[in-house]
């Protein structure tokens, strides 16, 4: 899990595209997760489940996001303030609901359209995606409903909401969910507002008496008070308890000088979940010895919990410890054979290990994450380090400029393509490549 925070400075382009794509925290245990969650909700909603992508924005605020081309945007502070998954899976329903009712489908149609980049920059605030380089994208938002400086991605009228809550309520109902979530997350809102205390979702999404009661009304069936934990085939624990150590997981990333000092005091986590969250903590602290003590205790309680090697492996790596580290990752692509973003980090660390077998090997396993992630910025960077490595150059300078496209800075992934096709051979692959890239740049600025 790679994750920064940042405050947006309208100055320079090159500043706030490397800041945007930073706030994206990319990590395989909490994107499965929420997949599990929200697959059975995007099939009932007539969505395209097998091109369902899960991006987390390191901000600790209550919203989310989601595009037709089933990109969703959740905002960690989200998923670590929700009481359970039931919760979450009540807001993502909520969203495609927008989707489906075809609120504001002019910018929804071009933000599906755009580079990740684009589209945070536009969830962050209108300023940020103009400066990010999609102008397609800009243009159509700046003249649509939504200025450009406002700070609320997209704002939505009473109406629209009720639109979409009854979606949403319809989406929860065929995919065998619960409605509570919509209802008792609808109560936290209302405890902000009747604190006076701000917040992102409700600012964009009016909160209403009516809507509160509706949600109950739908909800009028079910037990709220005594839900039944869900259990899925893919692990012993339940969902709700997967939930909790992957809060704990975020928690200990972004917050971990807190957690150190408050986490043994929290009732909402077990022991385990305290220990994770922990170990997490202790590594980021530079307290080595304690958190790799600490996963070792997890593993030994779950063997087979693939999210604790790999945390295992990254601490290692990070610490110079390359073979451990390795040894680590291998565990972990056996237990999650076809998972994209275990296959990059395991190419990170041959890279690392720098032998020619290890480099080769790297270069595979990145060839064959690229089928998943092919707008995956680390891989694109970790590829040209590879080639470059393997006296590859002109793939290697590909491999940048790709990565740079994908960061947003056409400039500097033009200036790769023409450094890269003085040392390509015309009428090949690899020149057609670099053709294709270099037409997709420029036909952007017309």
């Known amino acids: 899990m790679y994750m920064k925070k940042f405050f947006i400075l309208l100055i320079f382009f090159t500043f706030i595209s490397k800041n945007v794509f930073s706030l994206i925290i990319r990590d395989s245990e909490i994107e499965n997760l929420i997949k599990e969650i929200v697959e059975p909700i995007a099939e009932s909603a007539g969505q395209d489940n097998k091109n369902i992508k899960i991006y987390i924005l390191n901000e600790d605020t209550l919203n989310a ?235 030994i309680k779950y063997p087979n919990n693939p999210y604790f090697y790999e945390l295992k492996a990254q601490m290692y790596r990070e610490n110079g410890f390359l073979d451990k580290s390795l040894k680590n990752y291998i565990i972990v692509n056996k237990l999650l054979p076809d998972d994209p973003l275990i296959q990059i980090e395991l190419a990170h660390t041959l890279i690392n290990i720098d032998n020619k077998n290890a480099i080769n090997k790297a270069i595979k396993f990145l060839n064959k994450a690229k089928k998943k992630e092919n707008d995956n910025d680390k891989l694109w960077y970790l590829l040209s380090v590879a080639h470059g490595k393997n006296n590859e150059m002109g793939k290697s300078k590909y491999s940048s400029a790709y990565a740079s496209y994908l960061k947003g800075d056409d400039v500097m992934a033009l200036n790769f393509i023409t450094r890269a096709k003085k040392i390509t051979k015309k009428n090949t692959k690899e020149w057609d490549e670099l053709e294709d890239l270099e037409y997709k740049i420029n036909s952007k600025k017309k």
């Open 65 to 299: 996001f989601v595009t037709p081309g089933q990109k969703i945007f959740i905002f960690s502070g989200l998923i670590t303030e929700t009481k359970n998954p039931n919760e979450l899976e009540g807001v993502i329903a909520h969203e495609i609901g927008h989707i489906t009712g075809k609120h504001h489908f002019k910018i929804y149609d071009q933000l599906a359209k755009s580079r990740v980049i684009t589209t945070i920059g536009f969830i962050l605030g209108g300023a940020a995606a103009a400066i990010t380089g999609d102008t397609d994208a800009f243009a159509a938002i700046s003249g649509g409903a939504i200025s450009a400086g406002q700070s609320s991605f997209l704002s939505f009228s009473r109406v629209q909401e009720g639109s979409a809550d009854r979606a949403a309520y319809k989406f929860l109902n065929e995919s065998n969910k619960s409605i509570c979530g919509m209802v008792s997350f609808f109560e936290v809102l209302e405890k902000y507002q009747t604190n006076f205390k701000k917040n992102a979702y409700s600012q964009s999404h009016p909160l209403t008496r009516e809507r509160i009661d509706d949600a109950r009304n739908a909800a009028r069936n079910e037990n709220c008070d005594n839900k039944k934990k869900e259990i899925t085939d893919k692990s012993k624990m339940s969902i709700e308890e997967r939930y909790k150590f992957m809060q704990a997981k975020i928690l200990g990333f972004t917050n971990p000088s807190v957690i150190v000092n408050s986490i043994n005091n929290n009732d909402k986590f077990n022991d385990e979940q305290k220990k994770y969250a922990l170990s997490i903590a202790n590594y980021k602290l530079f307290n080595f010895d304690l958190a790799n003590k600490l996963i070792n205790n997890l593993i």
